[in-house]
């Protein structure tokens, strides 16, 4: 770049050296043992790195036992190079490329055989808890006995390293256990943040909150109450979980009439439960980090805890505060469209997609039924909008059963062979030109259900960000050797224990990714995937 070398005065180079990183379990030319222990940082490199990791990456892992390394390049003569990353290279500490060496204290014999014990009582734990052989009380315990004698900083990488184990696995009451214990052991610990964050927007979430009765009922501990749940044909929905849009300029009051019988109720009290925890976990943000909580995801989760326990005023407090920090980017759009809601004057801020309530389709991927034909498609674009791209198309429909999903798009690449066959469960469709729904029923545009089919009609799912999220749910593809088609169906019970009434009102995006050639959405920007706050509305008819 000209800039560089003009105005920055940096000198062209050329790499001595080049390597690579290998996948997951390959040995390299080089390699790196993270449990290895580091004297001059008194911990392993996994160890290390564990607080910087959970900090910067939403998707957390651990740190792999060995990661190793290709050799790409080597100019260096007499493959003196191989032996290491800077072997044959002369870098002095202090000098432009290096950093002074610090004083250190070597750890002694305790130290290390405290963490070489610490890291098989993390596996023995995890080990044991998904076996379901530890209670609550008894994995308290576990984890006071694995932390005794660490410091606060190791120990609160340990809770933490647990929890998010337990989170990426789906099993978010241990999760939420875990997390809640490195909130209140370690309150300053730079993770506890994280921890706290990840608990408004867990005991806000609608979809989480039915996920974990829907997997209680299929343990049979609610098997009856969720039979009722099934059966009712039309009831209003309970505070807080969706909205309803009101006609003309009447505004919702804030707790919805009850469903009838004992199941509505103790559904309600659930659902006011984990609101209520939501809300308290709120407060405790609030008082400890207050940038943390003002961010959008934050109060948004928070408005809808309230707005499930019928308070409204406190809700729409959330999005006043969110507009009054924000520039007119598209979380202050998200508030303007919650105002929009409660009284909706002039248009919408919000891309609108009305979902037709027709009869049932046909599943044969040829979208040539009644219901498609009265329903509004609308276009996915690109980035550029300027025209060149594939056409796609999506569409919306609903019955008192069932949600129903279609596409339509050109093909962007040459119709593959044999690209029909037997599906398997959570397939990647990374390499596949795929579409993605978004569905967000209680807008709290933190969590969400993720349905994605590509152009075999193969599909993935995913309910707050995990992925073990297998609903019951049927797809049928189709097309020729310039369109493929799609068209799914998923019943509603797997998605809520609401059937949406006419105007009522989800959060949805739609987005398409080709591969190597870039994404198209139905909501602007599309360059951006699963980004919550440029979800439309999508309005029942």
């Given amino acids: 770049f000209p800039e560089q070398l003009s105005q920055l005065g940096l000198a062209a180079w050329k790499s001595r050296k080049v390597f690579g990183s290998l996948p997951d379990g390959q040995i390299g030319d080089v390699n790196v043992s993270t449990t290895q222990l580091a004297q001059r940082l008194g911990a392993s490199l996994a160890d290390h790195v564990t607080t910087p990791r959970g900090l910067l990456t939403d998707d957390y892992v651990g740190s792999r036992t060995n990661v190793g390394f290709r050799l790409y390049v080597d100019t260096l003569p007499q493959h003196v190079g191989e032996h290491d990353f800077f072997s044959g290279i002369t870098l002095h500490p202090g000098g432009e490329a290096r950093r002074n060496i610090g004083e250190f204290a070597t750890p002694g014999i305790d130290v290390l055989r405290r963490m070489a014990q ?6 023995a734990i995890i080990a044991r808890a998904e076996q379901g052989q530890l209670d609550a009380a008894r994995y ?15 120990a609160g990488n340990v809770i933490y390293q647990l929890g998010q184990h337990y989170r990426q696995t789906g099993k978010w009451p241990l999760a939420a ?14 993770l506890a943040e994280a921890a706290l964050v990840w608990l408004v927007r867990y005991w806000s979430s609608g979809e ?21 749940v099934t059966q009712m044909t039309t009831f209003q929905p309970p505070a807080g979980l969706g909205q309803v849009l009101p006609a003309k300029n009447e505004i919702v009051p804030g707790n919805a009439p009850r469903v009838e019988g004992q199941l509505a109720v103790a559904e309600h009290t659930l659902a006011s439960d984990r609101a209520g925890r939501a809300t308290a976990l709120g407060k405790l943000l609030e008082q400890r980090n207050p940038a943390t909580y003002a961010e959008p995801t934050v109060r948004f989760a928070l ?25 007119h980017d598209d979380w202050w759009t998200c508030a303007e469209g919650e105002r929009w809601l409660h009284e909706p004057k002039g248009m919408s801020p919000k891309t609108i997609l009305n979902a037709a309530n027709g009869p ?24 550029l909008n300027d025209g060149n791209e594939p056409a796609a198309k999506a569409m919306v429909a609903y019955d008192n059963e069932f949600l129903y999903l279609a596409v339509e798009c050109q093909r962007a690449l040459a119709r593959p062979p044999n690209d029909a066959g037997p599906r398997s469960r959570d397939a990647d469709l990374a390499g596949h030109d795929r579409v993605d729904f978004y569905l967000d029923l209680d807008r709290d545009w933190s969590s969400w259900y993720r349905l994605s089919v590509d152009h075999r009609g193969w599909t993935g799912e995913a309910c707050f960000d995990d992925a073990a999220w297998n609903p019951a749910w049927f797809v049928a593809a189709g097309g020729d050797d310039n369109l493929w088609t799609v068209e799914a169906a998923i019943p509603l019970t797997e998605l809520t224990g609401q059937r949406p009434q006419p105007r009522y009102v989800w959060a949805l995006g739609i987005e398409r990714t080709i591969p190597g050639a870039g994404a198209q959405s139905w909501t602007a920007p599309a360059a951006a995937p699963g980004r919550p706050e440029s979800f439309g509305y999508l309005i029942f008819e």
Avoid: C
């Avoid at 046909?362 to 996915?380: E, P």
């Fill in 208 to 228: 989480a909150a039915w996920r974990e009765q829907r997997l209680a009922a299929a343990k049979g501990q609610h098997a009856a109450a969720l039979q009722l």
């Fill in 360 to 383: 049932r389709p046909r599943l044969d991927g040829r979208l040539d039924d009644a219901v498609w034909q009265r329903t509004n498609k609308v276009d996915l674009k690109g980035e």
């Fill in 118 to 123: 610490k890291q098989r009582n993390v596996q």
């Fill in 177 to 190: 256990e875990t997390f809640t214990m490195l909130t209140e052991r370690h309150p300053d610990h730079p």
């Fill in 140 to 154: 308290a315990a576990q984890i006071n006995d694995l932390t005794t004698g660490l410091d606060s900083s190791t």
């Fill in 303 to 327: 408005a809808s805890a309230y707005r499930q326990q019928g308070l409204t005023k406190e809700s729409r407090k959330h999005y006043f505060d969110v507009q009054r920090l924000r520039d």
